[in-house]
């Protein structure tokens, strides 16, 4: 399987979109976390 196991959301402020840095989206780094990570891993908050 591709993928981490698990992985840990322990970013410190707003991460800003990928496409236009001029806009926060808050949700951008725990996205990015579960596509990381492979469907029998887990990820922690």
């Known amino acids: 399987m ?6 840990i959301d322990a970013f410190g ?14 949700n ?5 976390l579960f596509e990381l990570v492979n469907s029998t891993g887990r990820t922690v908050d």
């Open 28 to 32: 951008e780094v725990v996205g990015d």
């Open 2 to 7: 591709k993928g981490v196991m698990s992985g």
């Open 13 to 26: 402020y707003l991460s800003h979109d990928e496409g236009n840095p001029d806009l926060e989206r808050p």
